[in-house]
Nanobody
Framework: QLHLVESGGGLVQPGGSLRLSCVASGFTSDYSIYNLGWFRQAPGKEREGVSFINSDGDTHYADSAKGRFTISRDNTKNTVYLQMNSLSPEDTADYYC???????????????????WGPGTQVIVSS
């Protein structure tokens, strides 16, 4: 059973940056085969797929994240990152790390596609 734990959330001013991390444990397969990503959910809104990185290292972003967010992974540390720059109040949400062994070559923001979810980390963008 894959276990995911996010960190790095917090309060940041508009225009600022945060880097979220998600460490995985409890897996029996090689971490590098997992396809990873980040969702977010703002109060009163539906959960949104923000960014994804597959086992080949291909990355995909929601339109709202393109040009501002960067997803990366370090398979030696069993960790996926989300670097978020130029944050705005609209980025305020709980951010969730996700993983699946299924391979997706394209942007796939369907919740049910991901088997494993972290508990989330809160990001608040406010002055």
């Amino acid at each position: 059973q894959l276990h995911l734990v996010e960190s790095g959330g917090g309060l940041v001013q508009p225009g600022g940056s945060l880097r979220l991390s998600c460490v995985a444990s409890g897996f029996t397969s090689d971490y590098s085969i997992y396809n990873l990503g980040w969702f977010r959910q703002a109060p009163g809104k539906e959960r949104e797929g923000v960014s994804f990185i597959n086992s080949d290292g291909d990355t995909h972003y929601a339109d709202s994240a393109k040009g501002r967010f960067t997803i990366s992974r370090d398979n030696t540390k069993n960790t996926v990152y989300l670097q978020m720059n130029s944050l705005s109040p609209e980025d305020t949400a709980d951010y969730y790390c996700v993983a699946t062994k299924s391979y997706y070559s394209d942007y796939n923001p369907v919740h049910a596609s991901y088997d494993y979810w972290g508990p989330g980390t809160q990001v608040i963008v406010s002055s």
